[in-house]
């Protein structure tokens, strides 16, 4: 099985453990904090993934370091992935946690182009339209590229919404020169 299916299992496991103790932004965000940890932190990561060290000594090492923080399902949900030898997917797990619970929440993340900065009126304006479309809280994520010119460019998982004046430029263009292609032969 794929590292991203095993991953979603287990972060499906975990969103469910978190909603039966009604805090599951709270889960996330120590997920999160967890995945942090094992992504900046070398000397954890090759300490988790070392199939010298064993089991036992992993979760003593984890039980120490988070029984106060955490949980104590959490904790055993850690102490599972050690077992199963799968907690060199805790980033993984923690990606795959999120997209979940923004699904549940009705919410989508886009990448938004414009060409030049907007004021917050136009954020809000964006936001508001593209929840519209998509049926769903949208979380616009902006960024400006003169190179569209103008309109925007909206980027939701796979699907892209080209409203730019480049592309509206060259549709025009391509219109034009395949036209006069089919003029000059008549």
Same mark, same amino acid.
């Given at each position: 099985m794929r590292a991203a299916t095993v991953a979603r299992n287990y972060a499906e496991t975990l969103l469910s453990l978190a909603e039966r103790a009604r805090d599951t932004s709270g889960w996330g965000a120590m997920i999160n904090e967890i995945a942090t940890a094992v992504r900046r932190d070398l000397t954890l990561r090759r300490f988790l993934a070392s199939p010298k060290i064993a089991p036992r000594l992993k979760k003593q090492v984890l039980a120490k370091a988070l029984d106060d923080r955490v949980p104590r399902i959490f904790l055993r949900f850690l102490e599972a992935l050690i077992d199963n030898r799968r907690q060199t997917l805790i980033p993984e797990i923690a990606v795959a946690y999120s997209d979940l619970l923004e699904e549940r929440e009705g919410r989508v993340h886009a990448e938004v182009t414009v060409a030049r900065p907007l004021d917050a009126g136009g954020e809000g304006s964006?936001?508001?339209? !593209? +929840?519209?479309?998509?049926?769903?809280?949208?979380?616009?994520? !902006? +960024?400006?590229?003169?190179?569209?010119l103008g309109g925007v460019v909206v980027r939701v998982g796979d699907t892209v919404i080209d409203g730019s004046v480049r592309r509206r430029l060259a549709l025009l263009r391509r219109r034009l020169t395949s036209g006069s292609a089919t003029a000059d032969r008549a």
């Open positions: 964006i936001a508001r339209n !593209l +929840s519209r479309a998509f049926g769903k809280s949208v979380v616009p994520h !902006l +960024s400006v590229d003169p190179a569209i």
